[in-house]
């Protein structure tokens, strides 16, 4: 098993790096730790597609909008870099908040309808922080394709939006959720589930995946969300929104067609755990 | 003489850049084209310090405050090349506005006090346009230097505060004016002026340069200023701004000091052309 090259400044990272750019293709998968077999699954798909691949590990600030989801975000560095050597990651960035933030970065992008609906009407001013960070580590790393789970359905849209109006010549590979036994999406958050909220999430993927029989037997979208609301009413826990949205603009729309291929967006708290999952049409 | 190679795609400058991206440093002048000395100046202080120097010339649109100002915007690609191959200029970088803007870029930036007064204030938006642009073409290019000229005051302080903000790996060289033999800072935009009004765009480095004496002869910045006022309506035409400020901050000041250093700058319009100048104190 090679040893994991680990880099803390952009400096440290250029000196690691730059001998492997023009000869090889770099594969990136930007984390925030904390990591899980769905990171891995990326790390792994890096390694199949590009023959340098960089992870980078950064809790990020500026995309959290909830400053007590910030504090109690997992941070497992040591376990984090033992799964990556295993993984054979080729180089690990660890950069400092004020390594990536020498000076508060101001910018404000929009991304048109992509960034104002669902997260980003819950989550207001999250997905500017992930555009942020994004850009950064992208001119820092300069990779020759970059890796994102489609858990985070929303983010990889935007993630490609910023790509196309910032001309990065990345390409953007997005890969399948990975789910526990009972089918829960892998998330770093789910860690920080108690052992009873750790069961009633399982109700999340259960919900999900009966929609499409649901659909198949006449259901109205408003039907099977009046169903998914009785649902979690009933085991005590919150909905923040369940919705229909076409799968390239997210469009929200409300009901379901043939014309074009819809997604169905989840966002719940578990507790004080906020969870994400989505089911593409 | 070598033949100077020209990209007009990101693809095309990506083949003939990436094998120097490693051995050499990558000098870059970013330019809007109709060429002069001053401009020529920069890609000679590019080739003495770096090893690859590329020049772009882009009349980026997002810039231009004014419809009628990007639309009149001197336009000489021939003779731009002709210079260039002269200067031993590399490789030029000349993309089409779909090239640079495959997407509107959204991207709002905040430079603080920088970006908020005097071209900031008397052309809005322009300052961000320019951020956009340069940001856009670091990206591309990822030169080792860039180099501005001094003309350009308040946008080489900008440039420097983006390149810190988004973390460039990029060092800014300021460069300083270069002048005509009647000490007009050189300007694309001087070849807009008509013979006449040629003539009487002397004045501003004639006033310009007279201010360290009228200092030295205890006259106030009003005082300064009100001279100048009576001298541009006699000569016909009009101040847009004369301002003196922290050479750092661009903080605009009242009276001199000697606490730091301090600049003046200058805005006018001589007939429909605008002209900008400073003078460092």
């Known amino acids: 098993m090679r040893s994991v090259k680990i880099a803390r400044t952009i400096i440290e990272l250029n000196t690691l790096l730059n001998q492997y750019r023009i000869s090889s293709t770099i594969g990136f998968v930007p984390t925030m730790g904390a990591l899980h077999q769905g990171h891995l699954s990326l790390i792994n798909e890096s390694k199949m597609q590009c023959n340098f691949t960089v992870c980078s590990i950064f809790v990020n600030p500026t995309q959290f909008n909830d400053k007590k989801d910030l504090e109690r975000y997992p941070r497992t560095e040591d376990e984090d870099l033992k799964l990556l050597k295993e993984a054979n990651c080729d180089l690990v960035f660890l950069p400092s908040v ?81 789910r ?45 969300l009046l169903h998914f609301e009785t649902k979690f009413l009933a085991n005590g826990y919150n909905l923040d929104y369940l919705k229909l949205a076409n799968a390239q603009t997210l469009q929200i729309e409300n009901d379901f067609t043939d014309n074009h291929q819809q997604i169905v967006l989840i966002a719940c708290f578990v507790g004080k755990i906020r969870l994400i999952d989505n089911l593409l049409l």
Chains 1, 2 share one sequence.
């Open 180 to 224: 526990e036994k009972d089918g829960l999406a892998m998330s770093s958050r789910n860690a920080l589930l108690n052992v009873s909220e750790r069961k009633l999430a399982a109700l999340i993927p259960q919900l999900m995946s009966s929609i499409p029989s649901l659909i198949t037997a006449g259901y109205s979208f408003n039907r099977i």
């Open 98 to 178: 004020l390594e990536m933030y020498p000076e508060p970065d101001k910018r404000v992008f929009d991304f048109g309808t992509l960034d104002k609906v669902l997260d980003g009407e819950a989550r207001p001013g999250h997905f500017n922080g992930v555009a942020q960070i994004v850009s950064k580590l992208f001119d820092i790393v300069k990779p020759t394709k970059a890796f994102f789970g489609l858990k985070d359905y929303q983010q990889v849209l935007i993630i490609k939006a910023l790509v196309k109006q910032l001309n990065f010549n990345i390409e953007i590979i997005a890969c399948p959720i990975l």
